[in-house]
């Protein structure tokens, strides 16, 4: 009956319907992050979304169409360093983060100070999500299934051995750009559910989780997602019934599954 | 009238002001069965993957079956096996199966798609390297030679006119590698598929190849092992006994 009652609230359903695809995307993609050793990238790329955020609230207009070009032009600026700069990936999140978090912070003093606004966005709040971002949430996560969907066989071939994936006449640049605007975005849009500062989590997680048990790379995703899903929609009910932060549970509720997951293995391997 | 399948003219590759590759003209034609031997920093790999378009050359022109490589796109002629895979993650979680059917890609137009009808062409490869007991394994379960077995079959699943392969025997226990061999030649004389080997294997090459390409940043010899042999060039330049050790087949 208590869930059922949970269930009637307007804002409840948003958070459900907008958090169950954000986790989906950034389970989806979060295995392949997990696998290239580009899990920060969700850190780097949150920290940048602080300093459009920021731009935003400055400008007086809604963050996340400052968010969103910001985000990903910031994305495309990572694969330039790491292609051009003679960086690794994790160098080149670094540089991006930091550019993000600086810049942020300037346009926040310029503005006169932290506000509220700003603050909500660190740790996030998915249950104060509008009908409209459930709109744009909806919109932007076929547009990123889509192409994970259609790209599926290349991104395997690519994140397994990006030197064959050339050789066999896949346009490795072509699809790794593709991939990191898919990730912006994602990043973007999962900010609202936990926060700058915990977006990361619901990347890398889900996927870890996944990649304790998983035999096969379409089981691995499928199974990332499911573990994603999972823990929004836990991480919704438990904190409201709770009176607990919503982003911080669901990302407890993903470590339990972490642990879980990990003594399954583990007795598993003993076992055999 | 031979294909040529690759063509270089006067290439050169430099990384940081260092010249890895200086003045390379060579042609691979049809059938061709290419050992491509040289000591440690002597630029084979640098050579292959110039070869394929995988990296720039600073100078000089490359024809790959008549096509500069930016422009190719027949990528389904080719099957390549790389030295090792750069920043391999034993915790990958793919199966055999799924790492093979990679291979098939390059004939795939968008969007690229393994579908039920392509087992066929995977099964034949297992039986073809004998790796069907291992097809339903994650790769980081397998040992170092098993895979690079299923490497290998990525490269062949394809069935491509020209393998490259870049050290791909120094996992193999002799067994395999002998059996290894015996599916390569079998391939260049039945199929005439054309073979490049990056080898270090000096001494044994030679059994099995038709051609040696003998590198140290410039080609110090390329030609059939005939010639190598009676070459009193090559005779000043490694020394009686080494050119021996080379010509080993012929002992």
New interface residues.
Partial sequence: MELLHILSYGFIQRALIAGCLIALLCSMLGVFLV?R?LSLIGDGLAHVTFGSIALGLLLNVSPIYVSIPVVMASSLWILKLTEKARLYGDAAIGIVSAAGIAGGTLLASVAGGFNVDLFSYLFGNILAISTAEVGISFVLSLAVIAVIV??Y??L??LT???????????RTKRINSIFILATALTIVLATRVVGILLVSALLILPAVT??QI???????ILIAAIFGIISVIGGIGVSFIMNLPTGATIVMLNLIFFSAAFSFRSRRYQSQ | MPVDIVCADRLCFTYNAAEVLCDISLQITAGDYIGLVGPNGSGKTTLI?TL?G?LPPSAGRIALFGRNPAEF?D??K?G?L?QK???F?P?????VK??VS??L??R?RF????AKTDEAAINRVFSLLDIHEIKDK?IGELSGGQQQRVLLA?ALVGEPEFLILDEPTTALDPETRDKFFSTLKELNQNQRVTIIIVTHDVADIGKYASKLLYLDKRIIFFGSFENFCSSADMARYFGEFAQHLICHRHS
């Fill in positions: 696998l050793r259609t790209y066989h290349d395997f071939s397994f051995d990006e030197e064959f994936a050339q050789a066999s006449g896949i996944s990649l998983a035999k096969g790379f379409k089981p691995a | 993957k394929l995988l796109s990528w389904c080719i390549y790389p895979l750069t920043g993650n915790y990958f979680p793919a199966r799924e790492i990679l291979g890609l390059a795939k969007p690229r798609r393994i994650r990525r």
